[in-house]
């Protein structure tokens, strides 16, 4: 069965991530009623306790509302890394290389990301970081990118001493003012890209980090592999598992059978997280597509056989209805 946690279950600690939004805000002037105000959340500093993600996303929303200004995201960002969550935090301190600081974050997601969920990939000299949902917030969907990719960006900057040439893909339409994404992550900016994602030539990966201990890297992680397991969010679950045995044309009864609850349940799960089954299934075929285009070379024929599709026209219609454009004028858009 697979494991995964709801949106609406307590799972992050509220004296790192949630604590750190609040100081931020106060710090700006921002009123604490309003901040709070439906979240749900009492006591922050208590020790041990913990909020849902919903609650953390409630949280982060009203502080977007309240301080209204476009460096916000990126502000947050700034403070999100490495984190105070033990030792996966201080196992991505002591990261000997960038390589190896996109494996921990990967792996960790669930404490240092709890929110979005980063996949690392690579493919004939480049390096990826893409990000998906764990806990679903389509409002929020392009603050928490802004907010994750610049966690990253100046969590690289500190552990390898200089600003790393970072290419960025959204998954969204160009903002109106882009100046926060120059100044917090680059000028390398390509929007409408069906993904969110950093790219980086793979010659960065295994460049030595000045900060950075294998020893005391490897020591950290295994005291975090002696910690409780926290189960990924949802859609980070599911996102997974349809990854898994997208050749196999995934199905939603069988898939909640998996998760462990009824079909009906999976859908009003599922709804609650902003989503549904088809959304989720047909993101990751779009995903696979275009790995597949870009890492592989494939053409369209190459990519209806992979997916399942009888012929490459049926692939071509569904990748429209995914996408709203044809693979041609996608692969062209993403090519410049």
Same mark, same amino acid.
């Given at each position: 069965?697979? *494991?995964?946690?709801? +949106? /609406?279950e307590?799972?992050?600690?509220?004296?790192?991530?949630?604590?750190?939004?609040?100081?931020? +805000?106060?710090?700006?002037?921002?009123?604490?009623?309003?901040?709070?105000?439906?979240?749900?959340?009492?006591? !922050?500093?208590? $020790?041990?306790?913990?909020?849902? $993600?919903?609650?953390?996303l409630?949280?982060?929303?009203?502080?977007?509302?309240?301080?209204?200004?476009?460096?916000?995201?990126?502000?947050?960002?700034?403070?999100?890394?490495?984190?105070h969550?033990?030792? $996966?935090?201080?196992?991505?301190?002591?990261?000997?290389? !960038? %390589?190896?600081?996109?494996?921990?974050?990967?792996?960790?997601?669930?404490?240092?990301?709890?929110?979005? %969920?980063?996949?690392?990939?690579?493919?004939?000299?480049?390096?990826?970081?893409?990000?998906?949902d764990?806990?679903? /917030?389509?409002?929020?969907?392009?603050a928490?990118?802004e907010? @994750?990719?610049?966690?990253?960006?100046?969590?690289?900057?500190?552990?390898? #001493?200089?600003?790393?040439?970072w %290419?960025?893909?959204?998954?969204?339409?160009?903002?109106?003012?882009?100046?926060? @994404?120059?100044?917090?992550?680059?000028?390398?900016?390509?929007?409408?890209?069906?993904?969110?994602?950093?790219?980086?030539?793979a010659?960065?990966?295994?460049?030595?980090?000045?900060?950075?201990?294998?020893?005391?890297?490897? !020591?950290?992680?295994?005291?975090?592999?002696?910690e409780?397991? %926290?189960?990924?969010?949802?859609?980070?679950?599911?996102?997974?598992?349809?990854?898994?045995?997208?050749?196999?044309?995934?199905?939603?009864?069988?898939?909640?059978?998996?998760?462990?609850?009824?079909?009906?349940?999976?859908?009003?799960?599922?709804?609650? @997280?902003?989503? @549904?089954?088809?959304?989720?299934?047909?993101?990751?075929?779009?995903?696979?597509?275009?790995?597949?285009?870009?890492?592989?070379?494939?053409?369209?024929?190459?990519? *209806?056989?992979?997916?399942?599709?009888?012929?490459?026209?049926?692939?071509?219609?569904?990748?429209?209805?995914?996408?709203?454009?044809?693979?041609?004028l !996608?692969?062209? #858009?993403?090519?410049?």
């Amino acid at each position: 069965m697979i *494991a995964w946690r709801g +949106a /609406a279950e307590p799972s992050i600690p509220a004296c790192q991530q949630p604590a750190l939004v609040l100081a931020f +805000a106060r710090s700006r002037d921002a009123d604490e009623g309003a901040l709070l105000r439906g979240t749900g959340i009492e006591a !922050l500093a208590e $020790p041990g306790a913990l909020v849902a $993600p919903a609650q953390y996303l409630d949280l982060l929303a009203n502080a977007l509302r309240a301080l209204d200004s476009p460096d916000t995201s990126f502000m947050l960002g700034q403070q999100l890394l490495p984190g105070h969550d033990g030792a $996966p935090s201080n196992a991505l301190v002591q990261a000997p290389t !960038l %390589r190896e600081a996109l494996a921990l974050l990967c792996r960790w997601h669930t404490r240092l990301t709890p929110l979005l %969920r980063p996949r690392f990939e690579t493919w004939d000299g480049t390096a990826a970081l893409y990000w998906v949902d764990s806990h679903g /917030a389509p409002a929020l969907r392009s603050a928490l990118v802004e907010m @994750h990719m610049t966690a990253v960006v100046a969590l690289c900057r500190w552990l390898g #001493g200089e600003r790393l040439p970072w %290419r960025f893909c959204f998954n969204r339409t160009a903002p109106r003012h882009v100046e926060q @994404h120059h100044v917090h992550l680059s000028s390398a900016l390509r929007f409408d890209c069906q993904f969110d994602a950093m790219l980086i030539g793979a010659e960065w990966l295994d460049r030595p980090w000045p900060r950075g201990s294998a020893l005391a890297a490897a !020591l950290a992680l295994r005291a975090a592999e002696g910690e409780p397991a %926290r189960p990924a969010g949802l859609l980070a679950a599911l996102y997974d598992y349809l990854l898994e045995r997208v050749r196999m044309a995934p199905v939603l009864e069988r898939t909640a059978g998996d998760f462990g609850v009824s079909p009906a349940t999976f859908k009003r799960q599922l709804a609650r @997280h902003g989503t @549904h089954f088809q959304a989720e299934l047909d993101q990751v075929r779009t995903h696979v597509a275009l790995w597949m285009f870009h890492a592989q070379g494939a053409d369209n024929e190459a990519v *209806a056989r992979y997916l399942g599709f009888h012929d490459a026209a049926n692939f071509r219609r569904s990748f429209k209805r995914w996408t709203g454009l044809t693979p041609l004028l !996608l692969k062209a #858009g993403l090519a410049g």
